[in-house]
């Protein structure tokens, strides 16, 4: 069965302070997409990236970046100098090959920055 | 190039009456995702349609949940005889042909039941 896990269910910084989000999951397939989805206050989903498991290498957007490593399966998300309207629910998801969009959702990290 | 379109966006039933949940998806995508969101919770796969056919419901719960997506016009998720336990919110994703393709959130409909 897969899974994604969340260890860290809420987090607080202070703004210009940088964070990393846990994520690490389980599946037995070979391939695999992996996501990761904000959730601000108002409720809506933001989607932020999408990787394929046959692509190791890390990515940069901006303040955000991503380190994948199938070694330990985890799939974290590191912001830069972080700002209060980072404050969200960030979410880690799984999908297999052959499931399209059919998602294994992580519990979710709630992100404070605080002025 | 409008997104996925979910209404109403805020629902509010009595115990017992029924919720109808709309979902319209991009254009051009004729697969259909519901997952529900409980408080403080992540979101749980429900169930997952193409034009007139279910391809799997292993989330949904066994009585009193329903899904469709006609021919023509949105999905709908149906839930009878609502109860409090039912306060959710309830996200939509669309894809396109081909189950690699990435999928697309609607808002979300925020239901509470009273």
């Known amino acids: 069965a897969q899974k994604v896990t969340q260890a860290q269910t809420e987090i607080s910084v202070v703004e210009k302070e940088d964070v990393t989000l846990d994520c690490v999951y389980e599946?037995?397939?070979?391939?695999?997409?992996l996501f990761w989805y904000k959730q601000p206050p108002s409720g809506e989903l933001v989607f932020l990236i999408r990787?394929?498991?046959?692509?190791?290498q890390n990515e940069i957007s901006g303040r955000y970046s991503w380190n994948f490593q199938k070694s330990t399966s985890s799939f974290n998300f590191t912001i830069t100098a972080s700002q209060v309207v980072d404050s969200a629910v960030y979410f880690c998801?799984?999908?297999?090959?052959?499931?399209?969009?059919?998602?294994?959702f992580g519990q979710g990290t709630e992100l404070s920055v605080k002025p | 190039n409008a997104g996925v379109m979910q209404n109403p966006r805020h629902l509010v039933r009595r115990r017992g009456q029924e919720a109808r949940l709309r979902c319209s998806p991009m254009k051009g995508h004729s697969h259909v995702y519901w997952y529900r969101q409980l408080p403080e919770e992540g979101l749980k796969f429900m169930v997952y349609?193409?034009?007139?056919?279910?391809?799997?419901e292993s989330g949904m719960p066994k009585e009193r949940f329903s899904a469709e997506f006609p021919k023509e016009g949105p999905s709908i998720l149906r839930i009878q005889q609502v109860v409090r336990g039912d306060s959710a919110a309830y996200f939509c994703a669309s894809s396109g042909q081909g189950m690699n393709t990435e999928a697309f959130f609607g808002q979300g409909t925020r239901l509470t039941v009273v």
């Open positions: 349609l193409q034009k007139e056919n279910i391809i799997d």
């Open positions: 990787r394929n498991s046959f692509d190791e």
């Open positions: 599946t037995r397939d070979t391939t695999y997409y």
């Open positions: 998801a799984l999908s297999l090959y052959n499931q399209g969009g059919k998602l294994i």
